[in-house]
């Protein structure tokens, strides 16, 4: 019985049926933003929560983000280019940046 409890929790996480429990998190699954960032740990790019750190006490956090995640961008976290998201729809963007300043 354990082990198909931690199955069926396996699949709920790699399908993403887990993520229908917090928008941000089903946002950024759907704009690929999970294949370089992690909301804890570095993965590619910096981890959400220490976006949200840096950001915290900026009042232009959220434009300056959104402009990043938009056009994309290098330098403020490493050598390591974040590509632009021009195909993603803007509405989502601006979702998504609250959330990532959220955490």
Request: aromatic fraction near 6%; charged fraction near 15%; charge should be neutral.
């Amino acid at each position: 019985m354990k082990a198909s409890l931690l199955l069926a929790a396996c699949l709920l996480v790699t399908t993403g049926i887990a993520h229908a429990e917090d928008p941000g998190m089903t946002l950024a699954a759907q704009n690929a933003c999970l294949t370089c960032h992690d909301i804890q740990q570095k993965k590619i790019g910096p981890p959400f929560h220490a976006v949200a750190e840096r950001y915290r006490n900026d009042p232009q956090a959220f434009d300056k983000l959104l402009y990043k995640v938009q056009h994309g961008g290098a330098g403020n976290w490493g050598n390591y280019p974040m590509p632009p998201n021009p195909q993603a729809n803007p509405d989502d963007l601006k979702a998504l940046v609250k959330w990532v300043l959220a955490q």
